[in-house]
C-alpha cells in the first residue's frame, strides 16, 4: 500500500498514551508513505516521538477543564494548526480529541477524520452527576460530528457499537470495530511461571471504576482465609479524572499489608515476567484493556469483569474468568481456584497466547486501520 504522499495528525491528549497505544501505528502509517503529525500534551515522551520521525505539535488539553472560554481558545488553536498542516486525515483518540477534533477539522476544511474511542469510559458509564448531566449533551455532539460522509468512528467492542447505534446517536455504517491497539506478540512472549509465591497482579490507572476497592477487599479475605498469595497494585491515579485515588489511599493499604502497591510501572513485559495471574474488575467503560492482550500474550490467566471489552479478550473458562461487577465474592472465588491450581493457571495462559495471535497482534490492527484511511481518502 501507498499513501501517495498523503497527511496525517494524530490527536491524543497526553504524549505518554500516544506512545503506549499508538505510536507503532503512526511509524506504520510513515512507512506506507504518510507524512505524520502528532499533536499532543508533551511531559516525558516528546524526545521519543521524533525519534521515531514524527512531526510532534505540543498543544496543552486539559481533561478535566469546565472554563468552556479555555476550551473554545483551545480549538480556535487546533483550527490554525489543522490549517498551517493541512491534514488529509485527522485521527482523533479519546472522548475529548474527538469532539475538539471532529469540530476542528470541519472548520479547517480537513477532508477525512478518523475517530477512535477506546471504550466509552466515565461520562457513558458513571452514575456521578457530571456523567448524567453530560451524557445528553455528548450525545447530541456526537450525531452532528461522527455521522459525516468522510468521517469513520472505531470503537473496540460490539457493546459499544450498540451503545451509540440503539440511540440513533451514531450511524452503523460510520463505524468500524477493531479490537484493541494490538499487542507486540514477540515483545510481550509467552513467559514461563516464576517460582515462589503466586502473585496477583491489578495494573491499571487507579479510578474507584477500575475496581481497585473490590481488588483490595478480595486481597483481605482470602489471606485472612489462609491463602498464600500476594496481591499487587502497580499504576498511578489520574488527577484529570473524578474517579482517581489519591496516593495517600494507595499508601495506606500498602502499609495495612493485604496488598502491595508497585507505583507507575513502564516495563510490563518484565512484571509479567514476576507474576501469576492478572486482575481486572473493572466497572469502567472500556474498549478493550490493552493489560489484558498484554497479559493473555505473556500467558497469563485473567479473572475479569463479565463487562463490555473484558468478555473480548477474556473467554470464561479457556483463557480466564469472568466475575459479575462489583460482585467481591465471585471475585475471591475466582481467584482462591487460579491460585490453588498451577494446572488451570498453566492450560489458560497457553489458550490466551494463542487468542492474541490470531485476534489481537499488533500487525492485525495496524493493517485494519491503515485499511481504514484507504477507504476514507478514496
Request: hydrophobic share 45%.
Amino acid at each position: 500500500m501507498t499513501a501517495n504522499s498523503k497527511s496525517i495528525t494524530y490527536f491524543v491528549t497526553e504524549d505518554w498514551y500516544f506512545c503506549s497505544h499508538r505510536l507503532q501505528l503512526a511509524v506504520a502509517a510513515k512507512a506506507a508513505g504518510y507524512t505524520v503529525y502528532v499533536v499532543t500534551h508533551v511531559e516525558s515522551h516528546g524526545a521519543e516521538i521524533e525519534a521515531a520521525g514524527l512531526n510532534l505539535i505540543p498543544v496543552n488539553l486539559s481533561r478535566r477543564s469546565k472554563n468552556l472560554f479555555v476550551e473554545l481558545i483551545f480549538i480556535a488553536k487546533l483550527v490554525r494548526v489543522y490549517r498551517d498542516i493541512e491534514p488529509d486525515i485527522t485521527h482523533n483518540v479519546a472522548l475529548k480529541p474527538v469532539l475538539y477534533g471532529s469540530i476542528a477539522a470541519w472548520l479547517a476544511g480537513v477532508p477525512a477524520v478518523v475517530n477512535a474511542m477506546a471504550g466509552l469510559g466515565f461520562l457513558f458509564t458513571s452514575d456521578r452527576k457530571l456523567a448524567r448531566v453530560l451524557r445528553p449533551v455528548i450525545r447530541g455532539m456526537f450525531k452532528i460530528l461522527l455521522n459525516n460522509r468522510r468521517t469513520v468512528t472505531i470503537l473496540q467492542n460490539p457493546d459499544d457499537i450498540d451503545a451509540l447505534c440503539s440511540r440513533g446517536t451514531v450511524n452503523r455504517n460510520r463505524i468500524r470495530l477493531i479490537r484493541g491497539s494490538g499487542v507486540d506478540t514477540d515483545v510481550y512472549e509467552a513467559l514461563p511461571e516464576p517460582d515462589g509465591i503466586p502473585v496477583v497482579l491489578l495494573a491499571s490507572r487507579m479510578l474507584w471504576d477500575k475496581g481497585i476497592g473490590q481488588f483490595v477487599e478480595a486481597a483481605g479475605i482470602l489471606k485472612r482465609g489462609g491463602v498464600v498469595a500476594r496481591f499487587v497494585l502497580a499504576g498511578e491515579g489520574d488527577e484529570e479524572n473524578p474517579g482517581s485515588i489519591s496516593s495517600d489511599q494507595l499508601r495506606a493499604w500498602h502499609q495495612e499489608g493485604n496488598v502491595e502497591w508497585w507505583g507507575r510501572c513502564s516495563d510490563m513485559p518484565t512484571i509479567f515476567a514476576e507474576i501469576h495471574v492478572v486482575c481486572l474488575p473493572t466497572a469502567y467503560g472500556e474498549g478493550v484493556p490493552k493489560v489484558l492482550i498484554e497479559a493473555a500474550s505473556c500467558g497469563r490467566p485473567i479473572v475479569a469483569t463479565d463487562a463490555p471489552g473484558c468478555r473480548e479478550i477474556v473467554i470464561d473458562g479457556q483463557n480466564g474468568m469472568l466475575v459479575p461487577v462489583g460482585d467481591v465474592e465471585a471475585l475471591v472465588v475466582a481467584l482462591c481456584e487460579l491460585l490453588q491450581s498451577p494446572d488451570s493457571r498453566k492450560r489458560m495462559g497457553q489458550a490466551g497466547r494463542q487468542l492474541v495471535i490470531e485476534e489481537f497482534a499488533l500487525e492485525k490492527v495496524i493493517s485494519e486501520t491503515l485499511d481504514v484511511y484507504g477507504s476514507i481518502t478514496k
